[in-house]
């Protein structure tokens, strides 16, 4: 189960993790399917511009940022994540 490190503009955070179980035909379900959500909402709103998800300690498993906006965003990984440290950052670029 994740622990939070560092707090800056969080107000609440989500980590979902399922787990499904894909039954072979004539077999007992072995295989997994696993997914992840992290869902996280913003204490004070955010200017919408990017969001960089990253890690120090492991090779993200394939991602997407399925909403971002001034108050939340909802992040899905197609994987568990490892053991580590995961690193989410709004940044304000300008173009």
């Known amino acids: 189960m994740p622990t939070q490190i560092v707090n800056i503009n969080v107000w609440r955070w989500y980590y979902l ?3 499904s179980l894909i039954p072979k ?3 007992a379900p072995q295989m997994k399917a696993v997914s992840t ?3 996280l909402s913003f204490d004070k709103p955010v200017k919408v511009s990017t969001l960089e998800v ?3 300690d492991f090779k993200l498993p394939t991602h997407e940022v399925k909403e971002f906006n001034s108050r939340f965003a ?3 990984f197609l994987d568990a994540l490892p053991m580590g ?3 989410l950052t709004v940044r304000n670029r300008a173009i």
């Open 74 to 76: 909802i992040i899905a």
């Open 17 to 19: 993790r399922t787990v």
């Open 37 to 39: 959500l992290f869902f």
């Open 25 to 27: 035909e004539g077999e």
């Open 85 to 87: 440290t995961l690193e």
């Open 54 to 56: 990253n890690s120090p």
